[in-house]
């Protein structure tokens, strides 16, 4: 996942992480703006933020300072995380304890969900194509995991345009083989042609 960090509170943890060779959470906001916005009816004059309780940890593979106060950063996910306790700093940044859940287990695509595989591969090809040169900035990387439901699920999760809800809802699940049958449900609704 390609980032763009210019907000203080986050240049100064990723430039932390980035020199420890530590990685940082990711949560997705179950309310509020993912850039802090003023808010003088609220206590600390900021609008309030609320964290789901799943994330998942993320590893830096590439940072560029192209200009003073902006990063640009490549990260990995690795591993989801439950958190167990949150507290937000005086200048917004968010910390947290976590529980690192156990990685999830590699579940083959059923022929069945076959056709939702093989939709993925070609929405790479097509993403190829258009973009030759650009790899890194393709939404899929290497290495590429095609016959894991998880990974595969994952991956239209992140692509589709769902409301981060529902993205939630779907990359919490337990299941990888529930999570892809789901996907494959919302394609069809879609009317994604598989």
């Excluded at 287990?105 to 097509?126: G, K, M, W």
């Excluded at 899929?140 to 095609?146: A, D, E, F, G, K």
């Excluded at 789901?182 to 609704?189: A, E, K, Q």
């Amino acid at each position: 996942m390609p980032l763009r960090i210019f907000e203080v509170r986050y240049l100064d943890m990723i430039r932390r992480c980035h020199a420890a060779g530590a990685p940082f959470g990711v949560v997705c906001l179950s309310a509020g703006s993912e850039v802090r916005r003023a808010d003088p009816t609220s206590a600390d004059g900021f609008a309030p933020e609320t964290l789901f309780d799943v994330g998942t940890i993320a590893r830096i593979d590439q940072l560029e300072s192209p200009q003073a106060g902006l990063l640009l950063i490549h990260c990995r996910g690795q591993q989801r995380f439950h958190i167990t306790h949150r507290q937000r700093l005086p200048h917004g940044l968010w910390v947290a304890d976590v529980t690192l859940d156990d990685p999830e287990p590699v579940v083959p695509v059923p022929e069945h969900l076959a056709s939702t595989r093989d939709a993925l591969q070609r929405v790479l090809a097509n993403l190829q194509e258009r973009e030759p040169d650009g790899m890194n900035a393709l939404p899929l990387q290497p290495p590429y995991q095609w016959d894991d439901s998880g990974w595969v699920a994952n991956r239209w999760a992140e692509l589709l345009p769902l409301p981060a809800e529902l993205k939630h809802r779907l990359m919490v699940l337990d299941s990888p083989l529930l999570r892809l049958e789901l996907i494959s449900d919302l394609l069809d609704r879609m009317g994604v042609e598989r």
